[in-house]
């Protein structure tokens, strides 16, 4: 994916956008890549033999915890790629 999106996979945010400090690169190819592998994850697990609970307690966490951000992140550089177009 890294290679169809070229020069826009890389963009700039801030770690803690409580305090100043200066932005750091990342990559939209890797944001969408730890969505999909956390999802793909959460749906393997409901063929597991876990309890349901604790299957959904998991999934909240994974995206509480992890894909959350990386999914906000991601959603702004598309919506500001679209904007520009």
Partial sequence: MKAK???LDTYWSIF???KSQKSVPNSLSQDLAEIYMDLRDA???TKSVEPIDDVYWQWRF????HW???????LKVVLF???VA
Avoid: C, N
């Fill in 5 to 7: 999106l070229g020069d």
């Fill in 16 to 18: 803690d956008p409580t």
């Fill in 68 to 74: 959350a951000r990386h999914a906000v992140e991601a």
């Fill in 81 to 83: 790629i679209s904007r």
């Fill in 43 to 45: 749906i393997k697990s």
């Fill in 62 to 65: 994974g995206f509480r915890e």
